[in-house]
């Protein structure tokens, strides 16, 4: 727990100092855009206010991660950064349908531009955004952050884009540049908050984790010694790194110790083999199709106790 806390800390501390960064140039874009006439700029900005969005949301879900689990709230607030991230990636797609119709309306009524001071601009973003995606790489394991490092980097490259932009005017004067550059970077925004929304709903839909085969779990279980069958098999993510298991397993009827080895055997594979810590495993007797009226011994009951106290054990690690 205090490692996670200690991580918790220092992305907190990487977002906070990409916050303030993005902040300062967002205004810079903006008003330069303004006074250079470009439609690259300006929506250079409104891509940097969804990074903004996309850093706030993630540092509220961040904390809201660390936070433990209550009564009400089992499993605690492992999907608070599942939510962020899928409301940013949703604000994105919105922002590219607004920056492409602007360069359309541009297309149509050209404006000169001020190339040298796109270009400047420009050119503090690639150094602020490229810093910004190095110190959020180290935690883009986590979906949240993922969703900002993409933001980022996708904001690297556009930039990088909006200085070409600026020389090719500057030496050709062909001002249709400014608004091409703008429909290429909501393009790039479109494409990888899609990404963004498809994974994200795919957790919150409960579905099962992309890296994980069911039937591979299914066959790992059964292989233990003493597992007859593995049914109603439900995996699903709490969070974009914390996976949960449900299942029954028919077993045949035996003392309780024999069947303590039985589930310690399941947990121990679906430890090491998919980093699944939290399991609730149901023991049935052999024969034994339903679990309503059907009498199922005394010791088989007691196990299912023993599943819980031992997934209480085993997710404390």
Same mark, same amino acid.
């Given at each position: 727990?205090?490692?996670?806390?200690? $991580?918790?800390?220092?992305?907190?501390?990487? %977002?906070?100092?990409?916050?303030?960064?993005? =902040?300062? /140039?967002?205004?810079?874009?903006?008003?330069?855009?303004? !006074?250079?006439?470009?439609?690259?700029?300006?929506?250079?900005?409104?891509?940097?206010?969804?990074?903004?969005?996309?850093?706030?949301?993630?540092?509220?879900?961040? /904390?809201? *991660?660390? @936070?433990?689990?209550?009564?009400?709230?089992? =499993?605690?607030?492992?999907?608070?950064?599942?939510?962020?991230? &899928?409301?940013?990636?949703?604000?994105?797609?919105? %922002?590219?349908?607004?920056?492409?119709?602007? #360069?359309?309306? @541009?297309?149509?009524?050209?404006?000169?531009? *001020?190339?040298?001071?796109?270009?400047?601009?420009?050119?503090?973003?690639?150094?602020?955004?490229?810093?910004?995606?190095?110190?959020?790489?180290? &935690?883009?394991?986590?979906?949240?952050? !993922?969703?900002?490092?993409?933001?980022?980097?996708?904001?690297?490259?556009?930039?990088?884009?909006?200085?070409?932009?600026?020389?090719?005017?500057? =030496?050709?004067?062909?001002?249709?540049?400014?608004?091409?550059?703008?429909?290429?970077?909501?393009?790039?925004?479109? /494409?990888?908050?899609?990404?963004?929304?498809?994974?994200?709903? +795919?957790?919150?839909?409960?579905?099962?984790?992309?890296?994980?085969?069911?039937?591979?779990? @299914?066959?790992?279980?059964?292989?233990?010694?003493?597992?007859?069958?593995?049914?109603?098999?439900?995996?699903?993510?709490?969070?974009? $790194? $914390?996976?949960? %298991?449900? $299942?029954?397993?028919?077993?045949?009827?035996?003392?309780?110790?024999?069947?303590?080895?039985?589930?310690?055997?399941?947990?121990? #594979? %679906?430890?090491? @083999?998919?980093?699944?810590?939290?399991?609730?495993? *149901? =023991?049935?007797?052999?024969?034994?199709?339903?679990?309503?009226?059907?009498?199922?011994?005394?010791?088989?009951?007691?196990?299912?106790?023993?599943?819980?106290? +031992?997934?209480? +054990?085993?997710?404390? +690690?």
């Amino acid at each position: 727990m205090h490692m996670v806390a200690t $991580s918790s800390n220092k992305m907190q501390r990487v %977002l906070k100092i990409s916050l303030a960064a993005t =902040f300062c /140039y967002v205004v810079a874009t903006f008003y330069f855009g303004v !006074r250079a006439h470009s439609l690259a700029l300006i929506s250079e900005a409104g891509h940097n206010v969804s990074d903004m969005l996309a850093i706030v949301l993630s540092f509220v879900a961040v /904390y809201f *991660q660390a @936070r433990p689990a209550t009564d009400e709230k089992t =499993f605690g607030y492992q999907r608070a950064g599942v939510l962020a991230a &899928f409301v940013n990636a949703l604000t994105l797609v919105v %922002l590219a349908g607004w920056i492409a119709i602007a #360069a359309l309306h @541009r297309l149509a009524a050209p404006e000169p531009v *001020q190339p040298k001071l796109m270009m400047l601009v420009a050119a503090a973003g690639v150094v602020m955004n490229g810093c910004i995606a190095g110190l959020l790489w180290k &935690f883009s394991g986590d979906i949240n952050i !993922r969703g900002v490092f993409l933001h980022m980097l996708g904001d690297t490259l556009s930039t990088a884009a909006v200085i070409a932009g600026g020389a090719g005017i500057l =030496f050709t004067g062909i001002t249709w540049i400014d608004p091409v550059l703008s429909v290429i970077i909501a393009g790039m925004i479109l /494409y990888s908050s899609a990404g963004i929304v498809r994974e994200t709903l +795919h957790i919150l839909l409960e579905g099962t984790p992309k890296n994980l085969q069911l039937h591979e779990i @299914r066959s790992s279980m059964q292989a233990v010694s003493g597992v007859l069958n593995v049914h109603d098999l439900h995996v699903w993510s709490l969070g974009s $790194s $914390s996976h949960a %298991l449900a $299942s029954h397993v028919t077993i045949a009827e035996m003392p309780l110790s024999d069947c303590s080895d039985i589930l310690e055997g399941i947990n121990l #594979a %679906l430890r090491e @083999r998919f980093h699944i810590h939290h399991t609730t495993i *149901q =023991f049935e007797t052999k024969g034994c199709e339903t679990t309503h009226g059907c009498a199922a011994p005394p010791e088989v009951e007691a196990v299912s106790g023993h599943a819980h106290h +031992h997934h209480g +054990h085993s997710h404390s +690690h």
